[in-house]
């Protein structure tokens, strides 16, 4: 998707200390001389992350939680040229028997999760636009599906990202931006340290292959294995009262 720039590629990834994220740009057939602005809260580990890179790379400063600022944010990303990729993976996964006891914590999962991702990727595709090219790539998840009573906080803003980014995608046709929604299922990493591997777990590495591979080709939605398409259509059609039973 890089060769027929005739220039040096520039990309944003939003969450920028994100293992999913880092192994996309890891995977991802750009040119060296390729810019990644890696956006997030902690400057110094922005810069650490960035070090395994094999792209020129500067930290952004980017709150998911404080929506006045992201203007000024992809602002700032659009300042010194066009985007060509934008890479959506901030998120945070609290567990639902905090949030029971704290709603505030549900309220920082769908800032995070959801609305961050409504007010930066609304204002990137609009300079997309007028630039006639970009790539998006979102980040949901297989919690986007079905509600389960174990995390439905968190199932919800991602059914909200889903949701928005089929959309968008409708939103765009025609302009010469294009998104790619991924559907990970379980990613055995930091974000689920701790708990069990559900089947058909994978890896970051894996993910960040799979993209990679889906954007050299016209593919809008990827699973995360593949198999996990059937296995969603599957999950839909589970009978309500069996699902409520389900632990995890
Ligand atoms: N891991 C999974 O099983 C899985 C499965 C399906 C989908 N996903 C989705 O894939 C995406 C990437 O996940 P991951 O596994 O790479 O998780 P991760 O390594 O924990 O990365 C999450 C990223 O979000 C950032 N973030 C959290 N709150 C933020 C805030 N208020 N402002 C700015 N940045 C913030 C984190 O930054 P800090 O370093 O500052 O915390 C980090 O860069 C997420 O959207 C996740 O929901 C993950």
Do not use: C
Not at 31 to 47: K, S
């Amino acid at each position: 998707m890089f060769e027929t720039l005739g220039r040096s590629a520039r990309i944003l990834l939003l969450g920028g200390t994100s293992e999913i994220g880092l192994a996309i740009l890891a995977a991802l057939r750009a040119p060296a001389g390729t810019q990644v602005l890696l956006a997030g809260r902690d400057e110094q580990r922005l810069t650490a992350a960035g070090k395994g890179l094999r792209f020129e790379v500067t930290p952004l400063v980017f709150d998911a939680a404080d929506p006045g600022s992201h203007r000024a944010v992809i602002e700032q990303a659009f300042a010194a040229g066009p985007v060509d990729l934008v890479i959506a993976a901030t998120g945070v996964l609290i567990p639902q028997e905090r949030i029971d006891a704290d709603p505030d914590l549900a309220a920082q999962m769908i800032d995070t999760n959801f609305t961050s991702h409504v007010t930066t990727l609304l204002d990137a595709a609009g300079r997309m636009r007028a630039q006639r090219h970009g790539t998006i790539i979102v980040l949901s998840s297989i919690a986007a599906i079905r509600p389960r009573k174990a995390n439905y906080v968190y199932g919800a803003a991602k059914a909200g990202l889903d949701a928005f980014a089929r959309g968008l995608t409708d939103a765009l046709e025609g302009s010469g931006v294009r998104v790619l929604l991924v559907r990970p299922g379980f990613v055995i990493g930091r974000m689920t340290r701790g708990m069990t591997a559900a089947p058909m777990s994978s890896t970051p590495a894996q993910v960040g292959a799979a993209v990679a591979g889906a954007l050299e080709r016209e593919t809008t939605e990827l699973w995360v294995p593949a198999g996990l398409a059937a296995a969603a259509a599957m999950l839909r059609m589970v009978p309500r009262p069996l699902w409520r039973k389900m632990r995890r």
